[in-house]
T-cell receptor, first 110, second 115 residues
Framework: TQLLEQSPQFLSIQEGENLTVYCNSSSVFSSLQWYRQEPGEGPVLLVTVVTGGEVKKLKRLTFQFGDARKDSSLHITAAQPGDTGLYLCRGSSNTGKLIFGQGTTLQVKP | KAGVTQTPRYLIKTRGQQVTLSCSPISGHRSVSWYQQTPGQGLQFLFEYFSETQRNKGNFPGRFSGRQFSNSRSEMNVSTLELGDSALYLC??????????????FGPGTRLTVL
């Protein structure tokens, strides 16, 4: 069974701090996506990475796909209260199976 | 462009009953996926429909079923409800061209409570 383990599960930081969220698996994924979900809403796609070693930047967010395509990280620089939410990684296997990580709940205090 | 809509938004049922949830995808999208989200298990994939055919299925019992209509609207049904079925059920639509890279657009979800 393919699993995606996210860490940490909860993160509470002050505005202006940096943070990194990790998404790890023992299996290879053909692609990996990161989503953010706010209370009362569905997840919203942030980025898709498909190539091992790929790095993508979205303003203060940096996403990296591991060389072996088994892990990924999301780094936020100078976090702001608007970054608060549930961050989810989602892997797509070669057979088209979609697996979500458990999620990381981020709280950024002003 | 209108987003993904799900109805109803909230539902309360009792054990043993059955329930049908509805999802209207974004116009032009042919793929609809369903997910169950709970605090303990996170977001789990139920199934995906593409052009009225089930294309992918997660590891849920047969009590969970779905279908897609010719206009891409989808319904999911849960029969013989159990307390553990209480969850947020999310529907997501996408163009359906690539499972790997398609952007899935999620609806706000249906909050199901089983008493």
């Amino acid at each position: 069974t393919q699993l995606l383990e996210q860490s940490p599960q909860f993160l509470s930081i002050q505005e202006g701090e940096n943070l990194t969220v990790y998404c790890n698996s023992s299996s290879v994924f053909s692609s990996l996506q990161w989503y953010r979900q706010e209370p009362g809403e569905g997840p919203v796609l942030l980025v898709t990475v498909v190539t091992g070693g790929e790095v993508k930047k979205l303003k203060r967010l940096t996403f990296q796909f591991g060389d072996a395509r088994k892990d990924s990280s999301l780094h936020i620089t100078a976090a702001q209260p608007g970054d608060t939410g549930l961050y989810l990684c989602r892997g797509s296997s070669n057979t088209g199976k979609l697996i979500f990580g458990q999620g990381t709940t981020l709280q950024v205090k002003p | 462009k209108a987003g993904v809509t799900q109805t109803p938004r909230y539902l309360i049922k009792t054990r043993g009953q059955q329930v049908t949830l509805s999802c209207s995808p974004i116009s032009g999208h042919r793929s609809v996926s369903w997910y169950q989200q709970t605090p303990g298990q996170g977001l789990q994939f139920l199934f995906e429909y593409f052009s009225e055919t089930q294309r992918n299925k997660g590891n849920f019992p047969g009590r969970f079923s779905g279908r897609q209509f010719s206009n891409s609207r989808s319904e999911m049904n849960v029969s013989t409800l159990e307390l553990g079925d209480s969850a947020l059920y999310l529907c997501a639509s996408s163009p359906g061209t690539s499972v790997r890279t398609d952007t899935q657009y999620f609806g706000p979800g249906t909050r199901l409570t089983v008493l």
